[in-house]
Nanobody, 123 residues
Framework: QAQLVESGGGLVQAGGSLRLSCAASGWIFRRHFMAWYRQAPGKERDFVAA????????YFADSVKGRFTIFRDNAKNTVYLQMNSLKPEDTAVYYC????????????????WGQGTQVTVSS
């Protein structure tokens, strides 16, 4: 059974950094497109970043460009989201998503989701 488990969330001051991890199990991680989404209270789940199978292509929401990076370690079945220069508006639950189609998808199209990890940025 495919499973995604996020970790690395927490409380950080504005301007600080966090690294989120998403560990995958139960399937061929290296052949899956991986993405990060986030959802703040009362808001929709929004795209944050994504990375292709080969890590040759990465994608970012405009709101995080230049501050967040995404990378994957296929040997460890893990994708990471490095978040720098955090702002209070980055506060949300961050979710990892995966799909075998190697392209950006709509939020409702991903086959697999993790349970999420809370990120809180204080001002």
């Amino acid at each position: 059974q495919a499973q995604l488990v996020e970790s690395g969330g927490g409380l950080v001051q504005a301007g600080g950094s966090l690294r989120l991890s998403c560990a995958a199990s139960g399937w061929i991680f290296r052949r899956h497109f991986m993405a990060w989404y986030r959802q703040a209270p009362g808001k929709e789940r929004d795209f944050v970043a994504a990375i292709s199978w080969s890590a040759g292509n990465t994608y970012f929401a405009d709101s995080v460009k230049g501050r967040f990076t995404i990378f994957r370690d296929n040997a460890k079945n893990t994708v990471y989201l490095q978040m720098n220069s955090l702002k209070p508006e980055d506060t949300a639950v961050y979710y990892c998503a995966a799909d075998s189609r190697d392209r950006l998808l709509g939020v409702d199209e991903y086959a697999y989701w993790g349970q999420g990890t809370q990120v809180t940025v204080s001002s």
